[in-house]
C-alpha cells in the first residue's frame, strides 16, 4: 500500500500554505498602514513584512505588558520596535507616535518625567511634520492629539516643578483648542487646561531639605537656608521676581527719585492691604512680627505688582522715606489699623546690608 499523498503533493501544498500566509500577512499589514497618513504608507510597504510584523508585534506586546503595569518590560519592547522600524523609516513617521504613546503612558505611570517629557517633544514633532492633505485623512481624535501633547508637555514640566515652561505649553494648547467645536468633551478639557493656567500664574513656592553645616551659627544657617530656598525656586519659575532681590543692597539716591505722588501710592497700597486683612496682615496678626524685602511686599499687594513703574528699588525707598519721617503715615497705620512698620539692614534671615521691612501688630481692645 502506498502513501495518500507524494512529494510533489507535499509541495503543492506547502506552496499553497505559504501563498495564504503570505495574502493573510499583506492584509494584515494593509489594515495597519489603513491608520496611517497616505503619503507615509508606501514606506511601510517597502519593508519586509517579516521584519515589520516582528517589530508590530512587539509594540502589540507593549501595549499588554503596560496593561499588567510590567513597565519596565513595556519600554524595553517599544524601544526595540522603534530601532527595528528606524532601519527603514526617518524618524518623524507616523507610525512612531502609536508606539511612542505607549512608552510615554509607562514612564508616566512610574513618574519618570524626563523621559516622558522627551517622548512627548518626539510625539509633537511627529505630529507636526504631517501635512495638511495627510491631516485631511485622519481622524477628528488623530488631529486632537496635538492639543493633548502641548497639554502633557505643560503637565509634566509642572509635576518637574518647571512652572514657566509649563504655563507656556499649557497657553499653548489653550490657544489651540480655542479653535475646535464647542462641544461637551473639549470644554470639559478646556476647563482642566484653564485650571492649570490659573494654578500656574499663582505659583506656589516649593520647600527642599536644608541641613546646617557643621559649626554655621543659627543665624549664619536661617540666611543660607532662605537664599537657596530662593534660588532653587527661582530655577523652577516659582520665584516672582528676581531672585537677586535677596542679596540686592538699598541705594541712599534712589529716595530722591520719589515723589509725592509715588510717596501717597506706596502708602496707600500698604494701608489697603492691611485694612482688607491681606496676607501680610494676618501673617502679622497670627506672628505679631512680620519681616519682608520690598520685592515681596510689591508681590504681595496686587495694585503695586502691576505697576511696573513701582520697582522694588522705588517702593524700598518710598517706605524708607514714610518710617524715617514717622509722620501721619506711620500713625494712621498704628492708630487706626494697630499696624507699626520700621526697617532694619541688620535681619537673621538676610545677609547685612539688605534692607527688610517688619510689620508689627500691636494688641490692643480697640483692634
Known amino acids: ?79 526595540n520596535a522603534v530601532d527595528m522600524l528606524l532601519q527603514y523609516l526617518h524618524p518623524t513617521h507616523y507610525i512612531f507616535q502609536k508606539i ?20 512627548t517633544l518626539t510625539c509633537i514633532l511627529i505630529h507636526s511634520a504631517i501635512s495638511s492633505a495627510d491631516r485631511a485623512s485622519l481622524s477628528v481624535r488623530e488631529n486632537f492629539q496635538i492639543i493633548e501633547y502641548y497639554f502633557r508637555m505643560g503637565f509634566i514640566y509642572k509635576k518637574m516643578n518647571y512652572m514657566k515652561n509649563a504655563l507656556k505649553y499649557m497657553l499653548q494648547a489653550r490657544q489651540m483648542i480655542s479653535s475646535w467645536p464647542h462641544v461637551e468633551e473639549i470644554i470639559n478639557f478646556t476647563r482642566i487646561i484653564d485650571d492649570n493656567i490659573r494654578d500656574l500664574r499663582e505659583p506656589k513656592l516649593t520647600i527642599q531639605p536644608v541641613h546646617p553645616c557643621p559649626d554655621e551659627s543659627d543665624i549664619d544657617f536661617s540666611r543660607r537656608f532662605l537664599l537657596e530656598m530662593a534660588q532653587f525656586n527661582a530655577q523652577r519659575g516659582t520665584l516672582q521676581f528676581d531672585v537677586s532681590e535677596f542679596t540686592r543692597l538699598p541705594l541712599k539716591a534712589t529716595e530722591y527719585l520719589v515723589t509725592p505722588a509715588i510717596l501717597n501710592e506706596v502708602y496707600k497700597c500698604l494701608y489697603n492691604e492691611l485694612s482688607k486683612n491681606g496676607l501680610m496682615a494676618q501673617i502679622a496678626r497670627l506672628a505679631m512680627e512680620s519681616q519682608y524685602i520690598a520685592a515681596q511686599i510689591k508681590n504681595s499687594i496686587q495694585k503695586l505688582k502691576q505697576n511696573t513703574l513701582l520697582t522694588s528699588m522705588l517702593i524700598e525707598a518710598a517706605l524708607t522715606i514714610i518710617i524715617d519721617r514717622q509722620d501721619k503715615y506711620c500713625q494712621n497705620l498704628k492708630d487706626k489699623l494697630g499696624f507699626e512698620i520700621f526697617y532694619t539692614d541688620c535681619s537673621n534671615f538676610h545677609q547685612n546690608g539688605v534692607r527688610v521691612f517688619k510689620i508689627k501688630y500691636i494688641k490692643s481692645n480697640d483692634h
Not at 513584512?49 to 502589540?60: C, E, N, R, V
Not at 511612542?100 to 518625567?113: A, D, G, Q, V
Open 1 to 79: 500500500m502506498g502513501c495518500c499523498y507524494n512529494k510533489s503533493n507535499v509541495t503543492t501544498i506547502s506552496n499553497t500554505k505559504s501563498a495564504i500566509i503570505a495574502t493573510t500577512e499583506h492584509e494584515f499589514i494593509e489594515k495597519v498602514i489603513s491608520t496611517i497618513p497616505l503619503s507615509q504608507r508606501d514606506f511601510i510597504r517597502r519593508i519586509p513584512s517579516h521584519y515589520f510584523l516582528t517589530a508590530y508585534a512587539l509594540y502589540k506586546n507593549a501595549q499588554i505588558l503596560l496593561k499588567h503595569e510590567r513597565f519596565e518590560e513595556a519600554e524595553l519592547a517599544c524601544n
Open 100 to 119: 511612542l504613546e505607549i512608552y510615554t503612558n509607562s514612564c508616566l505611570r512610574r513618574e519618570h518625567f524626563s523621559k516622558a517629557l522627551c517622548s
